[in-house]
């Protein structure tokens, strides 16, 4: 089924009503008295005090090679602006609110390309409306990312190889822009989980294997550059 181009009212009203839902959990779950940010915040803070990318390990900081930057720097960013406070903490939550009314409107750019209408209305339901994703608003996690990323991966997958991929790879311009987008979020995806690479090589692989080599080398080339800084 080929993807709509414009959202429905009712998809655009879900979306709405996604932010607003995460927004009042805010306050409901009292997320912002002395909240828990978790490694990322400690990161942030340790940048704020000129310590660098640092994490405490058993009695002092230490370098933190393990932990993927994405995160840490975004608090860092707006930390840098408010301080460590009720103001910046609200900020992100706000800003997590905002991914979760994102998700909405890609979980049904995604579902309506595989799927009927029904079935794309009740995916976008349960992406405004389920607890576990309401939740994972309002946690200090890149969880919310994770859902956004990952159906921005979903979408530009299915345009290279999915049902409508014969027709986009007879437009060559449109098959190797699909290409870069899915390089820049899979490039974007490695600043918030280390373990994403793996997508680029499967990504690489399938396509070498589908005898696309140009197709697979701009994958790989331009998510490689992404994180090249």
Same mark, same amino acid.
């Given at each position: 089924?080929?993807?709509?181009?414009?959202?429905? =009212? #009712?998809?655009?009203?879900? !979306?709405?009503?996604?932010?607003?839902?995460?927004? !009042?959990?805010?306050?409901?779950?009292?997320?912002?008295?002395?909240?828990?940010?978790?490694?990322?915040?400690?990161?942030?803070?340790?940048?704020?005090?000129?310590?660098?990318?640092?994490? $405490?390990?058993?009695?002092?900081?230490?370098?933190?090679?393990?932990?993927?930057?994405?995160?840490? &720097?975004?608090?860092?960013?707006?930390?840098?602006?408010? %301080?460590?406070?009720? %103001?910046?903490? $609200?900020?992100?939550?706000?800003?997590?609110?905002?991914?979760?009314?994102?998700?909405? *409107? $890609?979980?049904? /750019? &995604?579902? %309506? +390309?595989?799927?009927?209408?029904?079935? +794309?209305? &009740? %995916? /976008?339901?349960? !992406?405004? *409306?389920?607890? =576990?994703?309401?939740?994972?608003?309002? +946690?200090?996690?890149?969880?919310?990312?994770?859902? =956004? $990323?990952? *159906?921005?991966?979903?979408?530009? #997958?299915?345009?290279?190889?999915?049902?409508?991929?014969?027709?986009?790879?007879?437009?060559?311009?449109?098959? &190797? *822009?699909? !290409?870069?987008?899915?390089?820049?979020?899979?490039?974007?995806?490695?600043?918030?989980?280390?373990?994403?690479?793996?997508?680029?090589?499967?990504?690489?692989?399938?396509?070498?294997?589908?005898?696309?080599?140009?197709?697979?080398?701009?994958? #790989?080339?331009? /998510?490689?550059?992404?994180?090249?800084?």
């Amino acid at each position: 089924m080929k993807a709509e181009n414009k959202y429905p =009212v #009712i998809i655009l009203i879900l !979306a709405g009503a996604a932010v607003v839902l995460r927004i !009042a959990a805010i306050f409901i779950l009292d997320s912002l008295n002395n909240p828990e940010l978790w490694e990322f915040g400690q990161i942030a803070g340790n940048l704020l005090n000129g310590e660098g990318f640092t994490y $405490l390990a058993i009695t002092k900081n230490v370098p933190s090679a393990y932990m993927p930057p994405g995160l840490p &720097y975004l608090y860092y960013f707006i930390f840098s602006i408010t %301080s460590v406070n009720y %103001s910046g903490y $609200l900020i992100i939550l706000i800003l997590n609110a905002v991914l979760g009314g994102v998700t909405v *409107l $890609l979980m049904y /750019s &995604y579902s %309506s +390309s595989i799927f009927d209408h029904r079935v +794309s209305i &009740y %995916s /976008s339901i349960y !992406a405004a *409306l389920s607890p =576990v994703f309401i939740y994972s608003s309002v +946690s200090f996690t890149p969880i919310i990312i994770y859902h =956004v $990323l990952l *159906l921005l991966l979903l979408i530009f #997958i299915n345009r290279l190889t999915g049902i409508n991929a014969k027709t986009e790879f007879n437009n060559r311009k449109s098959g &190797y *822009l699909n !290409a870069i987008y899915l390089a820049v979020v899979l490039g974007v995806f490695l600043y918030f989980r280390a373990e994403s690479i793996i997508f680029i090589g499967l990504c690489g692989l399938y396509l070498l294997i589908k005898k696309k080599p140009l197709t697979a080398a701009l994958i #790989i080339f331009f /998510s490689l550059l992404i994180i090249s800084p």
